[in-house]
């Protein structure tokens, strides 16, 4: 199958992704949401959550991605966020133990912690290890 839509997803250490695609879900600020080829231009805030991909190939892939933004305009997404891994690339091993420092510092309540970082920590490796049950 033939698709003129494409997608990108950079970090600040580069590009995670790159490929044309049927279409993806995004997590945004106020819930996910769809690009299909013909979407209107737009620019949203994206969450920390999953992305789900439908490649051209009807291959499905996902990412893990940070928070940051999305652009969609004539038919190209980009996704420019924090972090973005691919499902098949997290190291659950590592998502655990991430997902349990975090929780030990928000049950801490130390002065030094800063709660709202710990919080996103969490976040980010409960969504790791969601989609390592996806791959």
């Keep these: 199958m033939v698709s003129d ?23 945004g600020e106020e819930g996910e949401f769809q690009i299909l080829k013909g979407h209107a231009a737009l620019i949203s805030l994206v969450s920390i959550g999953p992305v789900k991909v439908q490649e051209s ?15 969609v305009k004539d038919n190209r997404v980009r996704v420019m966020v924090e972090s973005a891994e691919l499902a098949e690339q997290i190291d659950t091993e590592r998502a ?12 801490e309540h130390k002065p030094d912690v ?7 920590a969490l976040a980010r490796a409960l969504n790791r ?4 049950q996806l791959r």
């Design 96 to 107: 655990r133990k991430a997902k349990e420092r975090a929780e030990k510092r928000l049950q």
């Design 57 to 71: 190939d009807g291959k499905t892939v996902y990412m893990a991605v940070g928070s940051g933004y999305c652009e």
């Design 129 to 132: 290890m969601k989609l390592t």
């Design 114 to 120: 800063d709660m709202d970082r710990a919080r996103m």
């Design 5 to 27: 839509l494409t997608l990108e997803v950079v970090t600040p250490f580069g590009k995670a992704y790159s490929n044309e695609i049927i279409s993806c879900t995004i997590p």
